[in-house]
């Protein structure tokens, strides 16, 4: 599983206040950041990912470009939400993730690197065999 988000991440994309409110269950107030819930949460949205990205490119990712922290942060929020907590901004933003997701798995979508080259992605698989020893030339007259 690659590191596609960090808690430093997240507080970047939301906010730590965010963070604390939504993490922070044993305190009234909250306090602190749960980061055993947090982490749980990415952990969770990174293997969703993997699913996807395993379909075209070699994992773990030598580089992760900006929007794939950016995607998996929005499912990350998501987990931590919860579908009843989450509003219509949100919902949307973790179903766009899951789309985006899909078009990566099917190649409708690159995953571009900061210096704007490519990812690396699987090998296509080249098979090479001796040559063919039955041809139409060969099989004249039978």
């Not at 990205?53 to 990350?76: D, F, K, W």
């Not at 190649?107 to 296509?124: F, I, K, P, T, Y």
């Amino acid at each position: 599983m690659g590191t596609y988000v960090t808690k430093a991440a997240m507080i970047e994309l939301y906010t730590e206040q965010d963070l604390v409110r939504l993490t922070d269950t044993a305190n009234v107030p909250p306090t602190t950041i749960d980061d055993d819930r947090l982490d749980r949460a990415i952990a969770d949205a990174e293997s969703q990912a993997d699913t996807y990205l395993r379909a075209r490119y070699s994992l773990p990712l030598a580089e992760v470009p900006a929007v794939l922290t950016r995607q998996v942060g929005a499912v990350v929020w998501w987990y931590l939400k919860g579908p009843n907590r989450a509003g219509e901004d949100e919902r949307q933003a973790y179903e766009d993730a899951l789309k985006w997701f899909e078009q990566v798995a099917t190649g409708r979508a690159l995953l571009v690197e900061s210096d704007g080259d490519q990812v690396a992605g699987r090998a296509d698989v080249q098979i090479a065999g001796p040559d063919r020893i039955m041809t139409a030339e060969t099989l004249q007259g039978f």
